[in-house]
């Protein structure tokens, strides 16, 4: 007698669909990926009871011959592969034919399917993945897939599951990352008759990101367009002035498909280093486009995770794309964009919104909706794709490459000093109020940082040598780490038990205690073991910086705020203190005119 059994197919699938179907968002997420597999414009996903008794997907794509939609549900059916070589070379979202029978495993499933070579549609019931009807049926050309009672006969798996509304968040979650990617496809969602998301076909992905997140997310946004050898960034990512409190607002895509991943998340946040505030995450809708042959699909059971072939080069592409993007636009805070930012983006009754009227004039986009208008500049061919085009030879390209450089400052006429805080400054636009201190921060941050990574930072020596008195843990670690200190610009040295002899200090500390500033520096150093080396350096640069710089309640005159401010437009990022608080706010002359009620 063998102890070991072979399987059933129904128990097989019951135990493939624990992996590959965890709760109600991944029967929404699979069957979402087959519709647009199938070739899909129109995809509508009707919840019922937070997707318990009913998940319904319809779609408008190439529909199943009868024959298909009878083995579709089988484990290991699959349309999109054949060879071993197709699995390394995908371009679908899926190829491991197990999402129909693992549903099918835990539901009770109807598909409901026709193509256009058939006038007669086809329909097929499935218990707990036993077939349990085959019929006839009256249905448009598409796929209507509906999955009732999921998890029946899994008991474990429907108490495990959390709150109501926990399952319907993901569900949302799921259906938006899918409709922001898909500009062509019109995605709607209902859950017990409300819509949720609505997301009408676009010409563009910044109108269909608008519809989704709506005008005041979509004013914000920078759009990230990078090639780099078979590596494509494209897509949106916002202004340091929209931040969130997390990262739901944050996707990202491989050749279309949504994934996470560590890599690309930390070359995000590198790029944006110093221009976010602390806990705030930048909204961020990004698809990397690559041969579909330097990657690997196949790690994850629900393909939410993919394995680059080069991930430094992944790395480096969105670094640069997302660095080059905030360095060419300008990043000035606005007045009217403060509060709408914060705003919570799905709510359950949200109103549906009435399309966008797209019209082309000139060179611009003319998008209108909602008595709103916004106009862009119509998309050209990137210099990138001139060059691939042959339209520009290759010097002509790197030429145009440099001359692009970073987005300036506008032009600005000081008119004075409010509560020994603040300078007013008139430009072109309107007025800006500035943030005197945060302005010093951000020049000595930079200038700093610059000499300390140039290994030049200029300093001065004392007239006579300060003797400083360090306590007794701190001399031990400085007598054996002097390069460190030294390294910052302060020439010390022992001079016996635990004093040491100040010589000279970095410039930038014109106007601080340099004994005080000393101190603090070694205590830096020798605390923290668990930082890393470098982000003690730009922890105590950033420390440096803000204690050199002019404060609120100092009386600052017109001219020397002129001259820091000509500094700050020669910084690479003008527009944050090194922990990503505004130096500016700007109000338009609308903006002021709408508050004076003169519009
Ligand atoms: P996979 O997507 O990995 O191929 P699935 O189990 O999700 O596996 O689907 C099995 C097959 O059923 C697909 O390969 C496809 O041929 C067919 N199919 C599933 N859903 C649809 C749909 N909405 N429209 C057309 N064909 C579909
Ligand atoms: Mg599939």
Redesign the pocket.
Known sequence: MTLINVLDERLINKIAAGEVIERPASVVK?LVE??I??GATQIDVTIEDYGKRLIKVT?N????PEE?AKI?ILRH????IKNDDDLYNINTL????????SIAAVSHLTISTKTDSTIEGFKIEVEGGKVVGNSAAGVPKG?I?EVRDLFFNTPARLKFMKTDTNELKHIVDIVTRYALINPKVSIRLQHNGHSLVNSPTSEDMLNNISSIYGNDVAKQLLEVKYEDINVYVTGYISKPSLLKSDKSMQSLYVNGRYVKDDTVEKALYDAYHTLLFVDRHPVVILNIRVDPTVIDVNIHPTKEKVKFEQASKIYDSIFNSVRQTLLENSLITDFSSLDSSEQAILEEKKPEKPKAEIRREKGYIYISKENQTFVLPDVQPSEAEMYSAGLLSKSEWKEKKLQKGNAKLPDMRLVGQVMKTFFLAETAEGLLIIDQHVVQERVLYERYMGQYMNKSISHQSLLSPLVVEVPPEDSVFLQANIDQVKSFGFDAEHFGDNSFTLRAVPSIFEKVETKQAFMDLVSELSANKSLSMEMKQEDIITRMACRASIKAGDDVTIPYMEGLLKELDACTLPYTCPHGRPIFIRFTLDDLEKMFRRK
């Not at 059916?77 to 999109?80: A, E, H, I, Q, Y």
């Open positions: 699979e087959n519709s597999d199938a779609d794509g190439s529909g199943m298909d579709s059916t699959t349309s999109k899926g190829f491991r034919g197990e999402a129909l029978a796929t897939i």
